[in-house]
């Protein structure tokens, strides 16, 4: 298909011949001519080459030149744009278009001069005389339709010959991509290829999300870490400095208790010393006192005799008393007696009056001990630091239960303000578990002064102690030092060590109590559950509900992952294929080839003698 200007008097005709026609199909040349001559859309290849063109292409062909034994076509240099599927062309760069090729659906070749004459695909070669020089290097580009010969319309092919064998390959190649439906299956690919790429961005976005919130979480975990360790290393500090203050205060306290063994022992010494004399001195007393009481037993026996003579006497006495009734110088007598009697009572009296008064102020003096020992039994029971410091531990426990249970489905806000909280509680434990242990401290020395008294001043220890050793009790749950344990069987009584070692010749093991808050000292961390420590920076946890709902939507993206795959091999399968095709369409385009050089040997000999012929020159 073609057109050129139609401002000549050749344009009107041919105007008016296409008019008139059968087929009554009208076709604007200026439309062609404007877009050619459009800035907007640049050409794809422009240049000068040598192109077959008829009367009706072009009114620069001869016709006087058109003889029965020759084509009325010639060959003539015209200047070419490529832009769109329109071959346009015009005599030269600044002249109006004069017509154009559609290449939809075009098939491109490259062909010698000589073979293209032998197949009949030219008439001629270009003569010497004309605008172009025909060289040994030129190659004919031949584009015939596929669609030729459709509806009984046949399509004039497209013939142009090239100086060289580069620029006809440049022009096929530029030529073959110029088809609408190849553009529009290119920009199908181009889609598809678009697709592709916006489903894997979208697919690596939604991966990088995930990546990040993977990151996040590791973040958070390591942050959790972090402040583990932190209160870790805090928690060995404070340790380290009570292990420290406690061993001054044992050292001082061992140099002290040993200081006053030693004076106890030299006061021991000193007793034994006079307890050895003393020994010696009674053994003598004894010694002494048999002797008295030799002498006691004769003196018993004269008191006896003297008893018998006493009673004469009584006897007498009672005689004399009945007869001083009737004489009385005699009741006199017996009055003084009386009276001397009397002064004896009364010194006897006295004497416990004095003891009287001594028991009084003893009585108050323990009254007095009574109560300070009272007042000292109030304040132990009142000191609730322990009472805190439990009290406390639970509210934090709870408060991480929640968190635990609840956190998954709270805000950031709400996340932060529970952390925060967290945190404040376990500040607060700290510094309850600080002065429950000095309160625990305090009770402890106290009770080993009680403790010492005894042993050193041989006192009972009383009510106190007791009620002293309930409330230590109680404190040695969370702050008891190591004490010996004793092993009990089914019915709660104390088994034997033997017993429960179940050898009789294995050794007594070691047997110890485990405190929350790890002894005197302090400990590592505050757990009564294996594994589990309340100052422990909490995590959310992730509900059974949400866990499963969250497997299922794995189960679900495996699948679809799967058949992706199996998609994805289909595809490469059908690329295999289509690799198969392309390679059996270009066997057997080149075996047609063969054919075509098998039916013209004698060009294809001429051919080989002119090449032969150019080498020997």
Same mark, same amino acid.
């Given at each position: %298909?073609?057109?050129?200007d139609?401002s +000549?008097?050749? +344009?009107a005709t041919?105007r008016?011949g296409?008019d008139?026609?059968?087929?009554g199909f009208w076709?604007?040349d200026?439309a062609f001519?404007?877009?050619? *001559? ?6 794809? *290849?422009s240049g000068?080459v040598m192109?077959?063109?008829?009367p009706?292409?072009?009114?620069? $062909?001869?016709?006087?030149? $058109?003889t029965?034994?020759?084509s009325?076509q010639?060959?003539l240099k015209?200047?070419?744009e490529?832009k ?10 600044d002249?109006?278009f004069?017509?154009a090729?559609?290449l939809?659906d075009f #098939?491109?070749?490259l062909?010698?001069?000589?073979r293209a004459?032998?197949m009949g695909l030219?008439?001629?070669l270009p003569a010497? /005389?004309t ?7 030129s190659?004919v580009?031949? +584009?015939t339709?596929r669609?030729?010969?459709?509806y ?5 092919p497209?013939?142009m %010959?090239?100086d060289?064998?580069?620029a006809a390959a440049a ?9 609408a439906?190849k553009?529009?299956q290119k920009?199908?690919e181009l889609?598809?290829?678009l697709e592709r790429?916006?489903a ?8 990088t999300?995930?990546i990040?919130?993977?990151q996040?979480?590791a ?8 402040r ?7 928690r060995?500090?404070?340790?380290n ?9 044992t050292?001082?306290?061992?140099a002290?208790?040993v200081?006053q063994?030693?004076h ?5 010494q000193n007793?034994?010393a ?10 003598e007393?004894?010694?002494?006192l048999?002797e008295v009481?030799?002498s006691?037993?004769q003196k018993a026996q004269m008191?006896a005799?003297?008893?018998s003579?006493l009673n004469?006497? #009584?006897?007498?006495f009672?005689?004399?008393?009945e007869d001083a009734r009737?004489?009385p @110088?005699?009741?006199a ?10 002064q004896?009572v ?5 004497r416990?009056?004095e003891?009287?008064i001594s028991?009084t ?7 007095e001990k009574?109560r300070q020992k009272?007042?000292?039994?109030r304040?132990?029971a009142e000191?609730g630091d322990v009472?805190?410091l439990? *009290? ?8 991480k #239960?929640r ?14 303000d529970a952390?925060?909280?967290?945190e404040e ?5 700290r510094v309850?578990e600080?002065a429950a242990?000095? @309160?625990?401290?305090?009770h402890r020395?106290?009770?080993?002064g009680e403790q010492l008294?005894?042993c050193?001043l041989?006192?009972?220890q009383?009510d106190?102690?007791?009620f002293?050793k309930?409330?230590l ?5 969370l702050?008891?030092?190591v004490?010996?344990y004793l092993p009990?069987g089914?019915d ?5 060590f033997w017993?429960d070692a179940g050898?009789?010749l294995?050794?007594i093991p070691?047997r110890e109590?485990l405190y929350?808050f ?22 959310k946890?992730?509900p059974? +509900?949400?866990y499963l709902?969250?497997?299922n939507?794995?189960a679900?993206l495996?699948?679809d992952?799967?058949?992706?795959k199996e ?5 490469m399968?059908?690329r ?7 390679t059996q369409?270009a066997l057997?385009?080149?075996s047609? /080839?063969?054919?075509?050089?098998e ?9 080989e003698?002119?090449d032969?012929?150019?080498v020997d020159?």
């Amino acid at each position: %298909m073609s057109a050129h200007d139609g401002s +000549g008097p050749a +344009g009107a005709t041919l105007r008016e011949g296409r008019d008139s026609g059968d087929e009554g199909f009208w076709l604007d040349d200026h439309a062609f001519i404007v877009f050619g *001559r459009q800035v907007e859309t640049s050409a794809v *290849r422009s240049g000068t080459v040598m192109l077959l063109l008829d009367p009706r292409q072009s009114s620069a $062909v001869e016709k006087k030149h $058109v003889t029965p034994l020759l084509s009325e076509q010639q060959w003539l240099k015209r200047y070419c744009e490529l832009k769109g599927n329109l071959l346009l062309y015009a005599p030269h760069s600044d002249a109006a278009f004069e017509g154009a090729f559609m290449l939809e659906d075009f #098939v491109f070749k490259l062909f010698p001069p000589s073979r293209a004459l032998a197949m009949g695909l030219i008439p001629r070669l270009p003569a010497e /005389d004309t605008e172009g020089e025909h060289t040994r290097d030129s190659t004919v580009l031949v +584009g015939t339709s596929r669609h030729d010969g459709v509806y009984g319309k046949f399509l004039k092919p497209l013939v142009m %010959m090239l100086d060289t064998q580069r620029a006809a390959a440049a022009w096929k190649l530029q030529m073959d991509s110029c088809s609408a439906s190849k553009m529009q299956q290119k920009i199908k690919e181009l889609e598809a290829l678009l697709e592709r790429e916006r489903a894997a961005v979208a697919r690596e976005r939604e991966a990088t999300a995930v990546i990040t919130k993977q990151q996040e979480l590791a973040l958070m975990e390591s942050e959790g870490s972090k402040r583990t360790l932190l209160l870790e290393i805090e928690r060995l500090e404070q340790r380290n400095q009570r292990l420290q203050a406690s061993g001054e205060v044992t050292e001082k306290a061992a140099a002290e208790f040993v200081d006053q063994k030693a004076h106890e022992i030299s006061f021991l010494q000193n007793e034994l010393a006079a307890q050895l004399a003393g020994s010696k001195r009674l053994e003598e007393e004894v010694v002494h006192l048999r002797e008295v009481l030799s002498s006691s037993q004769q003196k018993a026996q004269m008191l006896a005799a003297e008893n018998s003579q006493l009673n004469c006497k #009584v006897s007498d006495f009672l005689k004399d008393l009945e007869d001083a009734r009737d004489n009385p @110088s005699r009741f006199a007598l017996l009055m003084s007696r009386l009276r001397a009697a009397n002064q004896k009572v009364a010194i006897e009296n006295k004497r416990i009056r004095e003891e009287n008064i001594s028991l009084t102020q003893n009585f108050h003096q323990l009254d007095e001990k009574f109560r300070q020992k009272a007042r000292i039994m109030r304040q132990i029971a009142e000191r609730g630091d322990v009472f805190d410091l439990l *009290r406390k531990w639970l509210i934090c426990s709870e408060h991480k #239960v929640r968190f635990y249970e609840q956190g998954y489905k709270w805000s950031p806000q709400q996340e932060e303000d529970a952390l925060e909280k967290i945190e404040e509680l376990q500040r607060a434990i700290r510094v309850a578990e600080a002065a429950a242990r000095s @309160s625990y401290i305090s009770h402890r020395a106290f009770l080993l002064g009680e403790q010492l008294k005894a042993c050193t001043l041989n006192a009972s220890q009383g009510d106190i102690y007791a009620f002293l050793k309930e409330t230590l009790d109680r404190f040695g749950w969370l702050f008891g030092e190591v004490e010996p344990y004793l092993p009990k069987g089914a019915d709660d009584q104390v088994v034997p060590f033997w017993r429960d070692a179940g050898d009789l010749l294995a050794p007594i093991p070691l047997r110890e109590q485990l405190y929350p808050f790890g002894g005197l000292e302090g400990g590592p961390q505050l757990s009564l559950v294996p594994d589990v420590c309340v100052l422990r920076s909490v995590e959310k946890l992730v509900p059974a +509900g949400e866990y499963l709902k969250l497997k299922n939507i794995h189960a679900l993206l495996q699948l679809d992952f799967s058949e992706l795959k199996e998609t994805v091999d289909k595809l490469m399968e059908c690329r295999t294929q289509l690799r198969d095709l392309r390679t059996q369409c270009a066997l057997n385009q080149a075996s047609a /080839d063969w054919r075509v050089f098998e039916t013209h040997p004698r060009v294809l000999l001429k051919e080989e003698l002119s090449d032969e012929e150019n080498v020997d020159k």
